[in-house]
C-alpha cells in the first residue's frame, strides 16, 4: 500500500462519533509513523462525504467509522460505487452484522448458539415475552453499536423505561435473555482467530460507561476459560464471522455461561481501534503492536462486492 494516498475515515454522524475520532486519530498516527501518505477525513453532519474524499485525493479508505452510516453498509455501498477500496467488511455483511435480528437469525441457520430473543412490535406489552425468555432480560436496539440504549433488566418495574430507551434508537426493539457468565470477545482477522480477551467490569455489565468513561475495567488475555471451553468460544467466534459473510478484522462479543457454553451476542465489522481498545490489546498478546495491526488491517482492503 506503500505510495497510495489513504484516508482514514472517522467521526460520521452516529451516536458514536467521539469513540470513532478516538478510533481514527489512533490509526492515522500509526500508518502515519509507518511511512504511509496518510490523511484524515473527518465526516460530520452535513457535509459531502464524496467531496471530502476526492478533494483529499483520497485513493484507498482506512474506515475507522462506528455506528449507523459508517458500519451498517452505507458508507461500504459509497465506497463501492466511487470505486476506492476500503477495510472491513463489504456492504452486505456489514449491513448484516449491524442488524442484531438478521445476524441472529443467521447463526441460528449456521447451529452457532445464541441467546433466545423476541422482536417488540409496536404497542405489545413487553412483559409476557420478558416473562417467557426469563429474569433479567435484555432490553436492546436492533442495530445500535457500542452498547447504545441498551439495558439489562432485572425489576419488572424498570421494564418499560428500557423499551422506551431503545425505542430513540437505531432499528427494532428486541428482547434477549441474559446469559450469566463471562464476557468474552473473540478477536479475527482475516478469517483467523487471533485471540481471546475477558472483560471484568465493576458495572451490571460492560455498558458505554464501562467501555469509554471508566477506567477500573480488568482485561483478561486470553480469556482464563478451560481447554474445551476456550476452544469452543474460539470456534464460535471464527463460525460468526464465516456465517455473516465477514472480511478484514472483526470482534465477536461472546457470553460464556457457567457450564461453559458460548453463546454470541454479535459481531463488529468495526470494532474500536483505539491503543487500549480489545482487538489491540489481543493482538498485542499474539505478538502483533498496534502499529503492525493498522497495517494488517490496512494490507486486507479492496472492493468486496
Sequence with gaps: MKGKRIGVLMGGISAEREVSLNTGRGVLAALAERGHDVVAVDWTEGQDLTQQLRGARVELVWNALHGTYGEDGAVQGLLECLRIPYTGSG????????????????????????????????????????????????????????????????????????????????????????????????????????????????????????????????????????????????????????????GGHARVDIRVDESGEPWVLEVNTLPGMTKTSLLPKIARHAGMDYATLCERILAGAGLRE
Design 91 to 246: 456492504v452486505l455483511a456489514s449491513a448484516v452484522a449491524m442488524d442484531k435480528i438478521v445476524s441472529k437469525e443467521l447463526f441460528v441457520r449456521a447451529k452457532i448458539p445464541t441467546p433466545p430473543w423476541h422482536v417488540l412490535p409496536e404497542g405489545e406489552d413487553p412483559r409476557l415475552p420478558a416473562d417467557t425468555l426469563g429474569w433479567p432480560v435484555v432490553v436492546k436496539p436492533a442495530r445500535e453499536g457500542s452498547t447504545v440504549g441498551v439495558t439489562i433488566v432485572r425489576d419488572p418495574a424498570d421494564l418499560d423505561a428500557a423499551v422506551a430507551l431503545a425505542r430513540k434508537c437505531h432499528g427494532e426493539t428486541l428482547l434477549e435473555r441474559f446469559i450469566a457468565g463471562h464476557e468474552v470477545s473473540v478477536g479475527v482477522l482475516d478469517g483467523e482467530v487471533l485471540g481471546t480477551v475477558e472483560i471484568r467490569t465493576k458495572k451490571a455489565f460492560y455498558d458505554y460507561e464501562a467501555k469509554y468513561q471508566r477506567d477500573d475495567n480488568e482485561y483478561l488475555v486470553p480469556a482464563p476459560l478451560a481447554p474445551v471451553t476456550d476452544e469452543r468460544t474460539r470456534r464460535a467466534g471464527a463460525d460468526a464471522f464465516r456465517a455473516l459473510g465477514c
